[in-house]
C-alpha cells in the first residue's frame, strides 16, 4: 500500500513538473493572411425561366418550350449535356382578391457549367434571347482549386512567420519552433438570390471577385478573378 501511494504521488509531481515547465513556454502568436489571383476555367450559371397563363396547362407548356429553345441553344454552343441539370420547378396559382386562381406562375431553374469561357457572352445573350428570364448566379470556378489553396496556405504561414520575427526582434527575441498552428475558415450562399436558393460551406476559402455582369469597353460582358485565400495563425516559441 505504501508503495502505491509513493508510486502515485511521483506520477502527480510529474505531471505537476511537466505542466509548469508547458506553463513557462514564451510564445508568440502571428496570423498571416495571404491571397492568389487566378483565372477561372469553368463558369457555372443559374438560369431562371418563368411563364405564366391563366391555365395551368398552358403555362406548363409556354414553360417547356422556353426550356427546350434554351437546350438548343447550350447545345448549339457546345455545352456538354452531363454539365446541364434542372435545379428547380415550383408551380405556384395565383388568386385575386376573392381567393380565385385567376392564373399560374411556373418557375424552373437551369444549372450550366461551361467549360469553354470564350463563350460566355453567347450563352447569357442567346438563352435570354430565346426565354430565360432570369441570370440568377454566376460563379467563376478553377478546376486546379487544390493547387491554388495550397500556395495561398504556404504563403500565410510564411507570413506568419515574417510577422513573428519581426516583432520579437523589436524586443530583442528570436523566434523558434512553431508551437501550435490554426487554419481559418468561412461560409458562403450558394448559388443564393434566387427560388430555392441554398446554403452551404466555404470549404475551398474560394470567392469571385470582380467581373460578373459588369459591361467591359466594349459593351460585351468581362469574366471575373477568382481570389483563392487562406488564413494561418501560428505561435511560436521565443528562443
Request: hydrophobic share 40%; proline share 2%; aromatic share 6%.
Amino acid at each position: 500500500m505504501v508503495k502505491t501511494l509513493v508510486t502515485v504521488a511521483f506520477l502527480v509531481c510529474s505531471s505537476s513538473l511537466a505542466f509548469a515547465q508547458a506553463s513557462r513556454t514564451r510564445l508568440i502568436t502571428t496570423t498571416g493572411e495571404a491571397s492568389v489571383k487566378v483565372v477561372p476555367n469553368e463558369i457555372e450559371f443559374v438560369l431562371g425561366i418563368e411563364t405564366r397563363d391563366r391555365n395551368l396547362g398552358g403555362a406548363k407548356k409556354l414553360n417547356t418550350e422556353r426550356l427546350q429553345r434554351t437546350l438548343d441553344v447550350l447545345r448549339s454552343l457546345g455545352v456538354d449535356e452531363k454539365n446541364v441539370q434542372t435545379d428547380y420547378l415550383d408551380i405556384q396559382p395565383e388568386y385575386n382578391n376573392d381567393r380565385v386562381a385567376v392564373s399560374y406562375l411556373v418557375r424552373r431553374t437551369l444549372a450550366v457549367i461551361l467549360k469553354d469561357l470564350s463563350k460566355f457572352e453567347a450563352l447569357v445573350s442567346e438563352s435570354l434571347q430565346v426565354g430565360v428570364n432570369y441570370v440568377h448566379s454566376v460563379q467563376f470556378r478553377t478546376t486546379e482549386l487544390r493547387k491554388h489553396r495550397d500556395r495561398a496556405r504556404a504563403m500565410a504561414i510564411q507570413a506568419a512567420r515574417e510577422k513573428a520575427v519581426a516583432l520579437a526582434k523589436e524586443l530583442g527575441q528570436r523566434v523558434g519552433r512553431p508551437h501550435a498552428i490554426t487554419e481559418g475558415g468561412g461560409g458562403w450562399l450558394y448559388p443564393g438570390g434566387f427560388w430555392g436558393g441554398r446554403y452551404g460551406q466555404m470549404t475551398q476559402n474560394v470567392q469571385s471577385s470582380g467581373g460578373g455582369l459588369a459591361p467591359s469597353e466594349s459593351d460585351g460582358l468581362s469574366l471575373g478573378m477568382i481570389n483563392v485565400s487562406a488564413t494561418v495563425s501560428v505561435a511560436f516559441e521565443l528562443d
